[in-house]
């Protein structure tokens, strides 16, 4: 991370000015990563150029469906988000924390070591801006900071790219984090398309640290001209009237902690499938499990894993688990993310990517269900207590 200067239009460049950039990262040691099409999806994968973008690759995105399509132009970033999310660079489904071995009579244990691995974000989205945030607050901000987290986010660049096609599962304007980037960058792009379908995109550039600021430097830019920002903002505000998704923000803490005992939560309940796959694409969740694996020669090593609060195990305490039904870990997830992560970290969970309804299985939509819950009176006080276990209520696995 380095010192925050304000954003700043410093010119236009073309595709050729893409590889350029490619080129200087990784000439000064970053390791490049954007978006790259692989098994069907666009996912985060290294790049040794520009030619390695999906060009003229668009996804249809609905409830339980994901979908990869020409868009017949040369478009590099003309789609909204993958499966993967920048959290697999900084929280990385699997972390070592120590390995031990057998020398002698005794137990030598070595640490891990934090890693320092410089890695450059090529194409990183406003929303995905957004959830770093939030995980910083989350791993960085308590009176005990992550280590492994740390390290990696001290050694991350991010080149942004604003985005100009959300798809119909985005909700990124209810949550104000998009479709533009206002900070968390060192350099934000903005494609825009002339002429005919197989015309080159060119990009407005703009720098939002000390750090992009040099890097801009050294990239052959143009002035911008008046069309060319008359062009960026017609692309942002049509961006931001095709989100048909909306979510109530409003009192959404106060209606969540009064609708516990909600029949939606039954409703939704059947529909579930606690597959995980929601928190699993999710670029904030940070639920973790802790284990041992043992090798052949007598080695130990001790890992941290990505969990979710929909696995079974996930809640057990002394043997038995506090969540044991599907309705009380989706109540969990939900009230979790949309309400009590405010008490815990000052912000929401949410950003408003729209993953966890398109990767669900069975098109649960996060929204709808808020919805739901709104539609009717919320619980007199003493529901509540009586839904959450306070003394005079009843408790367990509802």
């Given at each position: 991370m380095t010192t925050a200067a304000v954003p700043t239009l410093v010119g236009t460049m073309g595709?050729?000015?893409l590889d350029t950039l490619v080129g200087v990262l990784a000439g000064d040691g970053w390791e490049v990563l954007g978006p790259r099409v692989r098994d069907g999806v666009i996912t985060w994968g290294a790049l040794r150029s520009a030619g390695d973008l999906p060009v003229g690759v668009a996804d249809d995105q609905a409830p339980g469906t994901y979908r990869l399509r020409d868009r017949g132009d040369r478009a590099r970033f003309g789609w909204a988000v993958g499966p993967s999310s920048p959290k697999r660079e900084l929280f990385p489904p699997r972390v070592p924390w120590w390995e031990a071995r057998l020398e002698g009579d005794g137990l030598q244990i070595?640490?891990?070591?934090?890693?320092r691995r410089r890695v450059a974000l090529l194409g990183a989205r406003p929303c995905e801006l957004a959830a770093i945030a939030v995980q910083d607050r989350v791993l960085l901000g308590g009176p005990c900071p992550d280590p492994d987290y740390a390290a990696r986010r001290r050694d991350l660049l991010v080149v942004a790219v604003h985005c100009t096609e959300p798809a119909p599962t985005c909700f990124c304007t209810s949550m104000g984090t998009g479709p533009a980037a206002d900070g968390g960058y060192d350099l934000a792009l903005t494609e825009l398309l002339h002429g005919p379908g197989h015309a080159e995109p060119v990009?407005?550039?703009r720098v939002g640290t000390d750090r992009g600021v040099q890097l801009a430097r050294r990239l052959e830019l143009r002035a911008t001209t008046d069309a060319e920002l008359e062009a960026e903002q017609a692309a942002l505000d049509a961006a931001r009237r095709r989100m048909?998704?909306?979510l109530r923000t409003e009192g959404i803490?106060?209606?969540l902690a009064t609708t516990l005992e909600h029949p939606r939560w039954d409703d939704v309940a059947a529909r579930c499938l606690a597959c995980?796959?929601?928190t699993l694409v999710c670029p904030t969740c940070f639920c973790a499990a802790v284990e041992e694996?043992?090798?052949l020669?007598?080695?130990?090593r001790r890992e941290r894993r990505w969990d979710s609060c929909f696995t079974l195990g996930h809640s057990e305490v002394h043997g038995t688990a506090v969540r044991a039904s599907v309705r009380s870990r989706y109540r969990q997830w939900l009230t979790h993310k949309l309400g009590t992560w405010w008490e815990q970290f000052g912000t929401s969970g949410c950003v408003g990517c729209g993953r966890c309804i398109t990767w669900c299985p069975v098109g649960i939509d996060l929204t709808e269900e808020v919805a739901a819950l709104a539609e009717t009176p919320a619980e007199t006080p003493a529901a509540t207590a009586a839904a959450v276990g306070a003394p005079g209520g009843r408790s367990g696995d509802r």
């Open positions: 595709v050729d000015g070595t640490p891990a070591t934090p890693p990009y407005l550039v048909v998704r909306h803490v106060e209606l995980t796959n929601c694996v043992t090798d020669d007598g080695g130990i």
